[in-house]
């Protein structure tokens, strides 16, 4: 059902896209809105309950689209992906600087008995968020100055295109920081045992 409910999160954005390709923007803007209605019903009847980050997006759609309606303009529509991107990446990294990590508060939440070193997640987490600051703003620039195809691709397709080739990265220079890590502790240990001697 999770996967289903993955492809559903992309009705508003492609109702959006379809709508103002052939109807006027109130009515785009509408349909947008009343598929992310329905989106959020199905993901509280199918998963039992709607997670913060959802209730988050829906009301900024709901806002966003209510500007785009009064000024009957699809720019504040399209601003969703920009804006809770730009948010992620500064909660994230926000709670870095404070010293907390969310990501090892979910890690523990979900394996309590099995993490992975703190620094790994604290370091994962910081680039996660700067990838989500960063990603945010292109969506600002996307809305401006690109098509709404444009923005219909990266807001779906184009997002999760980016985020592998992130993590891709991400998981190539965690692994060459751990070898390293493992190389300077051998050295560390030859050398101590050289001391000894």
């Not at 913060?52 to 709901?62: E, G, H």
């Not at 920009?82 to 939440?109: C, D, N, P, W, Y």
């Not at 989500?132 to 690109?146: A, D, E, Q, R, S």
Request: with cysteine.
């Amino acid at each position: 059902m999770k996967n289903k409910f993955f492809l559903i999160s992309f009705l508003p954005a492609i109702a959006y896209w379809y709508l103002e390709e052939n109807y006027p923007i109130k009515i785009a803007v509408i349909g947008g809105l009343a598929l992310s209605v329905l989106e959020i019903s199905i993901e509280k009847i199918f998963l039992k309950h709607v997670h913060k980050i959802s209730w988050a997006n829906f009301f900024l759609i709901f806002f966003l689209g209510g500007l785009s309606l009064l000024g009957d303009e699809g720019r504040w529509f399209k601003l969703q992906p920009a804006i809770t991107g730009v948010a992620i990446g500064l909660g994230l990294i926000i709670l870095q600087i404070r010293g907390k990590s969310l990501f090892a508060e979910m890690m523990k939440e979900m394996n309590p008995d099995q993490n992975p070193p703190e620094w790994i997640l604290k370091i994962l987490e910081l680039h996660t968020g700067i990838f989500f600051g960063v990603y945010g703003l292109w969506m600002f620039y996307v809305v401006f100055y690109l098509s709404t195809d444009q923005w219909l691709f990266f807001k779906t397709l184009g997002f999760y295109l980016c985020f592998a080739v992130f993590f891709i990265f991400e998981l190539l220079f965690l692994r060459r920081k751990i070898k390293k890590m493992q190389e300077h502790a051998l050295q560390k240990e030859v050398l101590k045992q050289t001391l000894h001697r």
